[in-house]
């Protein structure tokens, strides 16, 4: 299993904390601040608050939907600043609405923000590191 799946697994799946304490996840190339932030989790017997796990949820849901598309990778700065202001004004008109979820709900513009903002959170993470190696 590799290193991604193991963190997607301990963020989304609390039943591995029985694995992590019973020595059966290798740690040893996570990097210290994972092991801390994990063990300070641990502690707490929950890994996420319900609430960000589900909204975590709904946004790999939503870009699950998108990967007929290229990725992000390739997007600018610009350009997904420019669509985070897009989703934003998109939710700033639908706050009020009463409706359940949906394509142009406010909890779905709000995962639309979030996703954007993740994409240029990874693209930046992804640059400072190439310039460290």
């Not at 019973?22 to 190339?29: L, Q, R, S, V, W």
């Not at 319900?50 to 600018?76: C, I």
Request: no cysteine; aromatic share 10%; hydrophobic share 35%.
């Amino acid at each position: 299993m590799n290193k991604l799946k193991k963190i997607i697994q301990l963020i989304y799946d609390e039943n591995l904390l029985h694995d992590y304490e019973n020595g059966k996840i290798d740690f040893t190339h996570f990097s210290s601040r994972l092991k801390t932030a994990y063990k300070k989790l641990k502690k707490k017997k929950t890994i996420l608050r319900p609430a960000v796990q589900q909204f975590a949820v709904q946004m790999e849901l939503t870009l699950r939907d998108n990967d007929h598309k290229s990725g992000w990778k390739s997007y600018s700065d610009e350009f997904l600043i420019g669509k985070i202001g897009e989703e934003v004004s998109e939710l700033i008109l639908t706050k009020d609405y009463i409706e359940g979820p949906g394509s142009h709900s406010p909890a779905q513009e709000a995962i639309d923000v979030a996703n954007f903002a993740m994409m240029f959170w990874d693209n930046y993470i992804t640059r400072l590191k190439e310039k460290k190696s």
